[in-house]
């Protein structure tokens, strides 16, 4: 059975506090994503991964980074933390096949105060 | 400039009726399109997708429908269950993508006893 395992499922830290959310895919999968999801926004993709050590922005990257040392695991990093950041966070795998379906981990709800 | 966009938040059915869930695009390069299921504190689920190529997609209870002309798809839902109380996405990508999805605002159903 297939699995993205998310470090947290829920998280509590400090305005300008480092923050490292952490996933990790079973698969073999070539590609991991970062995304946020928010009331009326539905799913923004912050940052992906199509290989090992390569990364690229998504439609809003500001405030974040990422690092992916080892196939298997993507980290998303908040350099930061600021209260806008407080969201649901997202991370998926897929195979590089063009067209086919993502796999979601549980999801981290992070709040920053 | 949203690409996707799931223009009702929410929708109420009755147990055994069905449910239709709408979808539009702006991106004519899009050629696959999906749908996922998401329950509060998790991950997103993937439901059911549909290729370009095709203009109706059946599995079970679900069924998606594509109007290429009219950049429209619809995720029809019989009979409703109360279990398929959720929000629902719709994505899209495209070939040479890179995997990512383009997602919606997403659709809170509700389906009552």
């Known amino acids: 059975d297939v699995k993205v395992t998310q470090s947290s499922r829920y998280l509590v830290k400090r305005t300008g506090e480092k923050v490292f959310l952490e996933c990790v895919q079973d698969m073999d999968h070539e590609n991991m994503f970062w995304y946020r999801q928010d009331p009326g926004l539905g799913l923004r993709l912050i940052y992906f991964?199509?290989?090992?050590?390569?990364?690229e922005k998504g439609d809003i990257p500001e405030g974040y980074s990422v690092s992916r040392e080892k196939k298997e695991r993507f980290s998303l990093i908040l350099e930061s933390a600021s209260t806008n950041q407080t969201s649901m966070y997202l991370c998926?795998?897929?195979?590089?096949?063009?067209?086919?379906?993502?796999?979601f981990g549980q999801g981290t709800r992070l709040t920053v105060v | 400039d949203q690409q996707v966009k799931q223009n009702s938040p929410s929708l109420s059915v009755q147990e055994g009726r069905i449910s239709i869930l709408n979808c539009d695009y702006t991106n004519s390069m899009f050629d696959y399109f999906l749908w996922y299921k998401k329950y509060p504190a998790e991950g997103p689920t993937f439901l059911i997708s549909i290729s370009s190529i095709k203009d109706k997609n059946e599995d079970g209870r679900f069924t998606v429908f594509l109007n290429k002309s009219a950049k429209h798809l619809s995720l029809h839902i019989v009979p409703s269950q109360p279990g398929d109380s959720a929000v629902y996405f719709c994505a899209a990508t495209f070939s040479g993508n890179t995997g990512k999805l383009i997602f919606g605002q997403g659709t809170t159903l509700q389906v009552k006893p």
């Open positions: 991964s199509y290989d090992v050590k390569m990364k």
């Open positions: 998926a795998s897929s195979p590089p096949d063009m067209n086919t379906e993502a796999f």
